[in-house]
């Protein structure tokens, strides 16, 4: 295995390589909400957020990314990087960043995937909530104090999370991802309420670190919805706070993981859920199943007749003559 590298920085270094480290920095900036007015959380500074960003030969991204998460006001805060053994100078650009702010951190060595790089950076996390803020994910100003305000608020909530979001390669917003929670059973039975009533998009999601010390960290077979798993797994045990803000940006669009592999995604969000549907002797199983069925095979049968009826029925009413003048 290759020696794992870390450094710790210190505040030193030309302002003027920061420019060139984070082009496009106004890409940070939200669009679509002004930013957030502090005055409504006044949070006491006693929780500390780790931010952890898993990136593998992105430098470019990845500077933006530390930048953005530089520029929250929040004094408690820690940036943790695990890169995957990049070969496109992206330790060269940690090397520099890591001596301007000393709340990042990081490591280079080569890692199993995704979850697994997550893993290591829950294990050099210190704070006490985590946040997993991908390469080209950014913040929204002010948001630590808001998820700080929510935690300190009421101990026994073990999530909060905001809507997110979603932003093409050329920077417009193509749509926003509206946070909400119902409860765990709406997790599990994500195909009727993923997107609707229930949605903790990962970006901008927050969880206690002693809700991964109680079920663990990332499952490694994950490769596409780890964060989902981490919910069902997390919501058994704690309570979820939604913000009714925009907390995060998250790059959808050609050349991410989300948009180029969506189907597999959605299989192995299926074979996650299928883990807690219980035992094949229970009712909730096939109340379930039967549920899973009805939404992907019975109710699309349902649609095309119901649109091939409106369809015939509206070709025989613009078909029909009209009566004339003559005929009444």
């Not at 496009?24 to 006491?44: G, M, N, T, W």
């Not at 613009?318 to 003559?326: A, E, G, M, N, Q």
Request: one cysteine or more; glycine letters at 8%.
């Amino acid at each position: 295995m290759p020696k794992r590298s870390r450094c710790i920085g210190r505040s030193v270094g030309d302002p003027d390589d920061r420019a060139k480290l984070a082009p496009h920095s106004d890409l940070l900036l939200p669009v679509s909400v002004k930013p957030i007015p502090l005055v409504e959380y006044r949070p006491l500074m006693e929780v500390k957020i780790s931010v952890i960003t898993a990136t593998l030969n992105r430098k470019e991204l990845l500077a933006r990314c530390i930048e953005g998460v530089a520029r929250q006001t929040y004094p408690q805060k820690e940036h943790v990087i695990v890169d995957g053994g990049s070969a496109d100078g992206t330790v060269e650009v940690l090397e520099s960043l890591s001596a301007r702010y000393p709340h990042l951190k990081w490591i280079s060595e080569k890692d199993r995937g995704i979850s697994d790089a997550l893993n290591k950076g829950l294990a050099l996390a210190t704070g006490d909530v985590i946040g997993v803020n991908g390469d080209d994910d950014c913040y929204q100003p002010g948001v630590f104090e808001m998820v700080a305000a929510e935690f300190e608020r009421d101990p026994t909530v073990g999530v909060v999370a905001g809507s997110c979001d979603h932003v093409r390669n050329d920077g417009t917003i193509a749509f926003t991802s509206k946070a909400g929670f119902t409860d765990r059973h709406g997790l599990i039975e994500y195909w009727k309420h993923w997107g609707t009533s229930v949605f903790l998009p990962a970006p901008s999601t927050f969880f206690r670190k002693k809700a991964v010390d109680l079920v663990g960290g990332f499952e490694e077979a994950d490769r596409y919805a780890m964060d989902y798993h981490h919910w069902i797994k997390i919501t058994a045990h704690f309570k979820v706070r939604i913000i009714d803000r925009v907390l995060a940006r998250f790059r959808y669009d050609e050349g991410t993981v989300t948009f180029s592999n969506s189907k597999a995604q959605m299989a192995e969000t299926y074979a996650i859920s299928r883990k807690y549907w219980g035992s094949r002797l229970s009712s909730s199983y096939y109340r379930l199943a039967f549920s899973y069925f009805d939404f992907h095979k019975v109710k699309p049968w349902r649609e095309r007749i119901r649109n091939s009826f409106k369809y015939r029925l509206g070709r025989v009413l613009h078909l029909s003559p009209t009566p004339s003048k003559s005929d009444k």
